[in-house]
């Protein structure tokens, strides 16, 4: 869920544990798998990407209602946040 969609969906966040609901960043989903590619050290042309995603596992852990996102087993933490990821 992306813009209107997801404005809405904060509306409702207030009462998602009363519902079993967890919120998850989906921007971080997108940000994780830019990490990966880079850690992986591929060039930006799309055939070589297209090709690495099939292969990119992203594992998803509910902790105290705090979604934690590891990309092929690591935890890419605040490095997703990075520069370097995000003009990626």
Known sequence: MTGHRLRQVHRVAPG???LGYVYADSGAVY???TWQILRDGLSR??????RRLRDIRLDF???DNVVRMKVNGADPGLEIRSEK???A
């Open 31 to 33: 940000r994780g798998i």
């Open 45 to 50: 042309r799309k055939r070589s990407v297209l």
């Open 61 to 63: 852990e509910n902790r």
């Open 16 to 18: 998602r544990r009363q």
């Open 85 to 87: 990821v995000l003009k």
